[in-house]
């Protein structure tokens, strides 16, 4: 079984910045896209960011410039690192990975269980 556990959340100024993360744990053989998601309540997830194994990365507009995702392979961790963070920053932020158990097995995409972000005016 595989989990993903953020960390990183939590409250800050208009302006500030904060770090998340998401651990993978389980069994685990080979992660290729590891991605952060994020959904306001009452409205649709939407993506923040991907990065894909050999490390290439794409944002959302909005993002573009603010955020930057990251990973560490060796740690099976994906990193978001967000700057100039606005009031509509404000959400639950998800993590998802497409994870191999082995060599055998197809891939399958699991999601954080969240953490929530919120940026005061």
């Known amino acids: 079984q595989v989990q993903l556990v953020e960390s990183g959340g939590g409250l800050v100024q208009s302006g500030g910045s904060l770090r998340l993360s998401c651990a993978a744990s389980g069994i685990i053989f080979r992660i290729s896209a590891m991605g952060w998601y994020r959904r306001v309540p009452g409205k649709q997830r939407e993506r923040v960011a991907t990065?894909?194994?050999?490390?290439?990365?794409n944002y959302a507009d909005s993002m573009e410039g603010r955020f930057t995702i990251s990973r560490d392979n060796a740690k099976n961790t994906v990193y978001l690192q967000m700057n100039s963070l606005k009031p509509e920053d404000t959400a639950d932020y998800y993590c998802?990975?497409?994870?191999?158990?082995?060599?055998?097995?197809?891939?399958?995409?699991?999601w954080g269980q969240g953490t929530q972000v919120t940026v005061s005016s």
């Open positions: 990065i894909a194994s050999g490390g290439s990365t």
């Open positions: 998802n990975d497409c994870i191999r158990g082995s060599v055998a097995t197809r891939e399958y995409e699991y």
